[in-house]
């Protein structure tokens, strides 16, 4: 009887229950709005943050940020998806390089019908990857236009060599367009500025960030982090991600801007951007649009005339640009097209003639164009004979 009796008193205990620490560390998440995510034995923090598209950041509302990306003329802004398939993505590394460097923060700021919605993922430890890329792989979808700042050189790169590790339980990467700031920016803002960091950039602009974390300082609060398990470690870490998720979509907006106003001080850059990308017809427009031209851009410009065939219309800016490289396009279609002899050679005596100015200056440079040239000459003289 008194072992039965036993037996019911113990039946009847409260459970103890084990608080563990990732009990204790989720708590501290949640309780700052973030939410747990789990996959198998692992779990990630997904924060989220709303915000109106009448909101201004950096001088420009989210709403005429969203309204560039369908608008933009610029094909390398133009985006083929619609504007919730475009994600202004950064990350937070452990490093720079190598097969060891880990990401521990993954965000983006993503439009919708009447926000911008801003996403981060927190790596809480660096054996949870697989619920890392797990939650982060199925919110953004099967095909996305990242627009990043030298996220085309390192941040999808370094994402794309961590889904290795864990491939065999997590989706393929998306379908992937990219636009990269960066680059927009050295071509715009190199002549002007020594760097063109997204900060430096920034402070260009007037938005100069005055509290925020060195960028440098992340992995050391991350590692803290992991080993205190306490989220106001790499809170600051966090806040300077979400500000350069955001910068991009103004600085988005803004570098439209800058190549597609009618008034623009980068109007010569822009001729320059849409030749290098191909766009003939757009780059002749944009340089004949320009009031006072440098050589470059004369030369430039006789050079695509050159190649879409209009060489009439060239041959008058190759004159006005003087160059050695000018005076032999000149020589050239005199000797092949107007079959003037005497005339290709005049234009080669003045190439010849700038070529032994710069001779003291670029000895070597211009011993191996005035070689080139002399054999020109050479070749015009037989034919006139």
């Given at each position: 009887m008194k072992a039965k009796l036993s037996r019911l008193i113990k039946t009847n205990e409260p459970k103890q229950v084990t608080v563990t620490p990732d009990d204790v560390e989720q708590a501290k998440w949640r309780a700052r709005g973030g939410e747990i995510l789990t996959f198998e034995q692992e779990w990630c923090v997904r924060l989220k943050q709303i915000y109106p598209l009448d909101e201004t950041y950096h001088d420009y509302t989210f709403g005429e940020a969203k309204a560039s990306l369908a608008t933009s003329t610029h094909p390398f802004f133009q985006v083929d998806v619609p504007s919730e398939q475009v994600l202004?993505?950064?990350?937070?590394?452990?490093?720079?390089?190598?097969?060891?460097?880990?990401?521990?923060?993954?965000?983006?700021?993503?439009?919708?019908?009447?926000?911008?919605?801003?996403?981060?993922?927190?790596?809480?430890?660096?054996?949870?990857?697989?619920?890392?890329?797990?939650?982060?792989?199925?919110?953004?979808?099967?095909?996305?236009?990242?627009?990043?700042?030298?996220?085309?050189?390192?941040?999808?790169?370094?994402?794309?060599?961590?889904?290795?590790?864990?491939?065999?339980?997590v989706k393929a990467l998306p379908a992937v367009g990219h636009v990269d700031l960066l680059h927009a920016s050295r071509r715009l803002l190199k002549p002007t500025l020594e760097s063109v960091s997204l900060k430096a950039v920034e402070a260009h602009f007037g938005h100069a960030r005055t509290?925020?974390?060195?960028?440098?300082?992340?992995?050391?609060?991350?590692?803290?982090?992991?080993?205190e398990r306490e989220p106001n470690i790499i809170q600051p870490v966090i806040e300077h991600h979400h500000a350069d998720c955001l910068s991009l979509v103004s600085l988005y907006k803004r570098l439209c801007h800058l190549?597609?106003?009618?008034?623009?001080?980068?109007?010569?850059?822009?001729?320059?951007?849409?030749?290098?990308?191909?766009?003939?017809?757009?780059?002749?427009?944009?340089?004949?649009?320009?009031?006072?031209?440098?050589?470059?851009?004369?030369?430039?410009?006789?050079l695509l005339?050159?190649?879409t065939g209009q060489m009439e219309q060239a041959l008058p800016l190759f004159e006005q640009v003087g160059t050695v490289e000018a005076f032999?396009?000149?020589?050239?279609?005199?000797?092949?097209?107007?079959?003037?002899?005497?005339?290709?050679?005049?234009?080669t005596e003045q190439a010849l003639t700038l070529s032994e100015r710069k001779e003291t200056v670029l000895r070597q440079t211009a011993l191996t164009e005035m070689r080139a040239l002399r054999h020109r000459m050479n070749r015009l003289e037989r034919k006139r004979s």
């Open positions: 202004f993505m950064d990350t937070e590394t452990t490093g720079l390089r190598g097969s060891g460097t880990s990401i521990f923060l993954i965000g983006f700021a993503r439009f919708q019908d009447d926000h911008l919605e801003m996403i981060q993922y927190v790596l809480p430890h660096p054996a949870f990857e697989t619920a890392f890329y797990y939650h982060f792989l199925n919110d953004i979808g099967d095909e996305v236009r990242f627009v990043t700042y030298n996220g085309k050189s390192f941040d999808w790169p370094q994402i794309k060599t961590r889904h290795t590790f864990v491939r065999s339980k509290d925020d974390m060195p960028g440098f300082l992340a992995p050391m609060h991350y590692f803290q982090y992991v080993k190549v597609e106003a009618d008034e623009t001080p980068f109007g010569e850059e822009r001729a320059h951007w849409l030749n290098d990308l191909g766009n003939a017809e757009a780059a002749l427009q944009e340089y004949e649009r320009l009031e006072q031209p440098t050589k470059r851009a004369l030369m430039r410009q006789a005339l050159k190649r032999v396009e000149l020589a050239k279609y005199a000797e092949h097209h107007q079959k003037d002899i005497n005339r290709a050679i005049t234009f």
